[in-house]
């Protein structure tokens, strides 16, 4: 079955704690924690300390998306707050290799994002290594933008090539998902879908969680 991780972007940053007990009891599988640095995306969100403030309320893995430029030396400090899974971007990093090699040594999974543009062949040499392959279906640094429909085509063709290879890397999509195009992701081989809008500007949450999950 699918994974549903609400993305906590799109709560109130007044009441980070209330609102990750409230997706658990919602039913979500993870709590999507979204890091924006102001550089490489232009917006600025949360480091390690919300990480480490949320970690007692909930029970749900911590899957922290870093969408910063050079995330080497925030991987510690993510993974001693409490992220269960470390996502980087394969765009804010030369070292990539490197990177995905830290975050399991720290003991956390390891992701590696892609931007919508991005050719799935960034990840082909270093998919043996991964956990989980992110894939934005819009452009990153905002929540409540609209779903990219070449996202869907991008999926089919990533499961494909986790397929063939007989690996079990996780698909997670990322921006822009809805009650609307949750079912076609799922047929296309998505794992995860993350969604901020369309589970915190619902009116009945649960429901919406129920829902994207079908
Ligand atoms: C976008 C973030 C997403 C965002 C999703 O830069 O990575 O996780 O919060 O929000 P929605 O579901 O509203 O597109
Ligand atoms: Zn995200």
Redesign the pocket.
Known sequence: MVKIAP?I?SADFAAMGDAVREMERAGADLI?V?VMDGHFVPNLTFGPPMVSAIRPHTRLPLDV?LMVEDPGWLVPLFIRAGADYVTVHEEGTPHLHRVVTAIREGGAKAGVALNPATPLAMVEDILEELDMVLLMSVN?GFGGQSFIPKALERVERLKAMIETRGLSTLIEV?GGVTAGNADQLKRAGADIL?AGSAVFGAPDRPKAIRELRG
Do not use: A
Request: zero cysteines; aromatic letters at 0%.
């Open positions: 993305s972007l999507h979204d998306h990153p990322d993350v």
